[in-house]
């Protein structure tokens, strides 16, 4: 178990860094076979590798021995780490496998290792305060097995915001007018369904051939995984990961898909011009959210859209006393 660091009374949102749920580690084709790499995510140091069987394993950095970091110079051996400082050899269920210069291992050598899952191009770790094993899966998107949908495309940035107050922005339906300039603002609805929220919004789309009926449907499987679908003139896939840094950032990553049928016009034409917009309306979001602090009672109006059930489904991923009241 891990504990991560608790909130200062004055930070901008009254939250812990990390929330209990899966979150993005990398994309599948960062990490090749023997690959180390240290990562600095959900509030502290981590180490991922890939074993030589394509396995993909996640424990914290810092040796239980005398504390070197196995990111930096640790070597991969079978499904297992070795330390770079004395060789301790570090299995994949967190046991200690070997120490070359002693027979004996002590009883209580142990390493923390992350229950991780690979699917749709991406490592994804589960993580819980209190130790707790996933309670939910991240399903797999039927898209990206289908030859009609485009390889994924990565944006990645650094935002200095809490990843819990940009997921708000999906039932935000205001904020579409005036922060991205819509003709109209989306009527939107959002249904919980245990760790799943749906949101759905409908909207007139303008098009070359004129205004066209839209909408998007927005699925957030827990707090770190949400899979964006527009349905407009192109059908498009989003597939946005926040991953918390720490308390103040937070690693966001969209990976687009374009449903082309392998038009490689439609791919370059229409499909990277949604891309562009999606960067645009982006680049819009990350200066409110930058700024911006959390009102946990925020004065609403009757038209402000279904905020308070994105606010009830994500406190299930808190542990108790974890949010400041
Ligand atoms: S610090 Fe890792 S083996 Fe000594
Ligand atoms: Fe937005």
Not at 26 to 47: C, I, K, M, N, T
Not at 219 to 236: A, C, I, N
Not at 285 to 298: A, G, S
Request: with cysteine; net charge negative; proline share 6%.
């Amino acid at each position: 178990m891990t504990t991560a660091k608790s909130t200062s009374d004055d930070s901008r949102f009254p939250f812990p860094a990390v929330a209990n749920g899966w979150f993005r580690l990398a994309y599948s084709d960062e990490l090749a076979a023997g690959q180390v790499l240290p990562l600095s995510l959900l509030d502290r140091e981590l180490v991922l590798y890939r074993d030589e069987e394509g396995g993909a394993h996640a424990v914290d950095a810092y040796c239980p021995h005398l504390g070197a970091h196995l990111g930096h110079g640790g070597k991969v051996e079978g499904s297992g780490i070795r330390c770079p400082f004395h060789n301790w050899l570090w299995m994949a269920d967190g046991s200690c496998g070997n120490i070359p210069y002693s027979e004996h291992i002590p009883p209580r050598a142990r390493i923390h290792c992350w229950a991780l899952a690979e699917s749709n191009g991406i490592i994804m770790a589960w993580h819980h305060d209190a130790g707790l094993p996933p309670s939910f899966e991240i399903p797999t998107l039927p898209e990206l097995e289908s030859a009609d949908w485009t390889p994924l495309v990565v944006r990645k940035w650094t935002i200095k915001s809490h990843w819990l107050d940009m997921n708000e922005n999906s039932v935000d339906q205001v904020h579409f007018e005036y922060v991205h300039g819509t003709a109209t603002q989306p009527a939107t609805t959002a249904e919980v369904e245990g760790h799943l929220l749906k949101c759905r919004s409908r909207m007139k789309m303008s098009t070359p051939r004129g205004e066209i009926d839209g909408g998007i449907d927005t699925d957030d499987h827990g707090p770190g995984f949400q899979v964006v679908r527009v349905h407009g003139e192109l059908e498009t896939l989003m597939i946005n990961t926040a991953t918390p840094i720490d308390d103040e950032l937070t690693d966001v990553s969209f990976a687009y898909s374009i449903k082309a049928g392998g038009d490689d016009k439609l791919i370059e034409g229409i499909g990277a011009s949604i891309i562009r917009d999606l960067e645009k309306q982006m680049a819009q979001d990350i200066v409110i959210w930058e700024h911006k602090r959390y009102n946990r009672r925020p004065l609403l109006c009757e038209a402000d859209g279904p905020l308070s059930v994105y606010r009830q489904w994500m406190s299930q991923f808190f542990s108790e006393g974890a949010v400041r009241s």
